[in-house]
């Protein structure tokens, strides 16, 4: 084993697509990064699978979007059960109305190459077994004796994370008690729904497509649930049991991949501890069922990128940057609960024991969905687009904290804007220069006069009214840090600080006061 003696910013621990897209957006900031993975090898297993439209925004926003639906099947309408269906193309204003069936092995190659681009080292084969903090960093060491000192560690490595074990967080929740098989199987048949499900006295089939002639057939077969979990898939196994649940087999032939498994209900009790953070499965695991997984650990670690990367690049320090590093928590933390929350209701539902409770919910479900506010609810919930983080005060814009849709601004769509990886200032013709931020005008006359949108796509800050100079600064220097500036690309010598001097004329920042 190698020894890993050089030292870096930011150690991430694991190479799935939570770890890949966090080291992509440290390292797009000029952050140091060095990613470790125990696995030797790249994985060819498709054990995550479904996209939504959120996290395809948010790849949208760093370029990648367009390779990730190159590699997959988009599916524009969900059962949550029989004779209930939600038109996600109907309900969503995305350019992404729709779930995107791509196998994880396609999304880790892009995100792979994506962090290989800007130079970060992908370390496979290097296992944790030691972590130990102080107030500087944090020293590694790994199987056979390799070691590393990194300023910060984030864990992306999974259920059964070592960092999570060796941090000693609590993994809250249950296990369901339900034992799954999972296979990857040519159809020659195939049924006629994108999103195939059945239940009868036997148990549950889902069949979904992949888009390349592959489907992933998800069963939960009463005859054969309580077999050991490191007992073999077979593709007679899988055949019976669709044929059986389904009532036809779509001539199941061959089969790649299979698993049977156990899943749970469980969330890290905290998702920081000092200069070590947890992202993706090893800070929330759930049901299978409804395609989150992934899809929640790819928004985490686009809203901790740029925080850490505030924070080990100086612009924010001290108190201020280790309030920012908290708010990470603070933000996703609730949203892997309510993740859980969904995920346990979709599971009860799809797999509950009673019949009669399974009757009444879906009887429930039918009634609340002919509602046209109740399908769009849940077309939002289900894809992300939901997501919202809590308000800091009640004096800000209702605005703040929710996801910043795509528009149409001066010089093209602002998730186009956000590539850079930097804040983005959107006015209706009000001109300020700042480090870190990009200003353009929108050409919404709906929205207000000035919108701060963070780097990951949700909004910092809003005013209806056009603020003061001393609104202006303090918000860009609380988001931003405090730097010297130039106004209209004119003044590169006046300072943040003299800011609170200056006033708004037609649009523009106007001098009143000396130079620094």
């Known amino acids: 084993m190698k020894t890993l003696e050089a030292s870096t910013d930011v150690a991430v621990i694991g190479a799935g697509p939570t770890g890949l897209m966090l080291a992509g957006e440290l390292a797009m900031r000029g952050v140091r990064v060095q990613v470790l993975e125990r696995r030797a090898q790249e994985p060819n297993i498709t054990r995550a699978f479904a996209m939504h439209a959120r996290t395809l925004e948010l790849l949208d926003a760093r370029g990648l979007a367009d390779e990730i639906l190159a590699r997959g099947f988009r599916?524009?309408?969900?059962?949550?059960?029989p004779g209930a269906t939600v038109s996600l193309a109907d309900e969503l204003q995305t350019r992404y109305p729709f779930i995107l069936m791509v196998p994880q092995s396609g999304t880790e190659r892009v995100l792979a190459a994506h962090v290989e681009r800007l130079g970060v080292p992908i370390r496979r084969g290097d296992e944790l077994v030691g972590l130990e903090q102080d107030g500087d960093g944090v020293s590694l060491t790994l199987a056979g004796g390799g070691s590393l000192r990194a300023r910060y560690v984030v864990g992306c490595d999974g259920a059964h994370s070592a960092v999570r074990r060796l941090l000693g967080v609590n993994f809250v929740g249950k296990q369901y008690q339900t034992h799954i098989m999972l296979a990857d199987v040519r159809l020659s048949r195939p049924p006629a729904e994108q999103m195939f499900a059945r239940t009868n006295a036997d148990g549950v089939v889902l069949v979904l497509p992949f888009g390349d002639g592959w489907y992933r057939a998800i069963a939960w077969d009463r005859r054969h649930e309580h077999e050991p979990l490191?007992?073999?898939?077979?593709?007679?196994?899988?055949?019976?049991?669709?044929?059986?649940?389904?009532?036809?087999?779509?001539?199941?032939?061959?089969?790649?991949?299979?698993?049977?498994?156990?899943?749970?209900?469980?969330?890290?009790?905290?998702?920081?501890?000092?200069?070590?953070?947890?992202?993706?499965?090893?800070?929330?695991?759930?049901?299978?069922?409804?395609?989150?997984?992934?899809?929640?650990?790819?928004?985490?670690?686009?809203?901790?990128?740029w925080k850490l990367a505030t924070v080990v690049n100086g612009v924010l320090d001290g108190r201020a940057g280790d309030s920012l590093l908290d708010s990470y928590e603070s933000e996703r933390h609730p949203v892997g609960a309510d993740v859980?929350?969904?995920?346990?209701?979709?599971?009860?539902?799809?797999?509950?024991?009673?019949?009669?409770?399974?009757?009444?919910?879906?009887?429930?479900?039918?009634?609340?969905?002919?509602?046209?506010?109740?399908?769009?609810?849940?077309?939002?919930?289900?894809?992300?687009?939901?997501?919202?983080?809590?308000?800091?005060?009640?004096?800000?814009?209702?605005?703040?904290?929710?996801?910043?849709?795509?528009?149409?601004?001066?010089?093209?769509?602002?998730y186009e804007?956000?590539?850079?990886?930097?804040?983005?200032?959107?006015?209706?013709?009000?001109?300020?220069?700042?480090?870190?931020?990009?200003?353009?005008?929108?050409?919404?006359?709906?929205?207000?006069?000035?919108?701060l949108v963070r780097p990951d796509g949700y909004v910092a800050w809003a005013a209806r009214r056009l603020p003061t100079a001393g609104e202006v600064t303090e918000v860009l220097t609380r988001w931003c840090g405090e730097k010297k500036i130039g106004l209209s690309g004119e003044h590169p010598g006046y300072a943040v600080r003299n800011l609170g001097a200056w006033g708004w004329s037609r649009g523009v920042i106007t001098d009143k006061c000396a130079r620094d």
């Open 75 to 81: 599916v524009g309408a969900v059962a949550p059960i």
């Open 230 to 305: 490191t007992e073999p898939v077979t593709a007679a196994q899988i055949r019976d049991a669709i044929g059986r649940i389904a009532g036809e087999d779509f001539g199941l032939g061959e089969m790649r991949w299979s698993s049977r498994f156990l899943s749970e209900r469980r969330q890290a009790r905290r998702y920081r501890v000092g200069r070590v953070l947890l992202a993706g499965d090893a800070a929330h695991v759930h049901s299978p069922i409804g395609g989150q997984g992934m899809n929640t650990g790819i928004g985490d670690a686009v809203n901790l990128g």
């Open 340 to 414: 859980l929350a969904m995920t346990d209701m979709l599971n009860q539902l799809v797999l509950g024991r009673s019949a009669i409770r399974r009757v009444l919910q879906r009887f429930a479900i039918r009634t609340i969905l002919r509602f046209p506010r109740s399908r769009r609810t849940a077309a939002q919930r289900l894809s992300g687009i939901a997501i919202a983080y809590a308000r800091q005060s009640r004096a800000d814009d209702p605005l703040v904290g929710h996801r910043m849709p795509d528009m149409d601004c001066d010089g093209g769509r602002l």
């Open 417 to 451: 804007m956000l590539r850079s990886g930097r804040f983005v200032l959107l006015t209706g013709g009000v001109t300020v220069d700042w480090p870190g931020v990009d200003r353009v005008n929108h050409r919404d006359a709906t929205l207000p006069a000035v919108v």
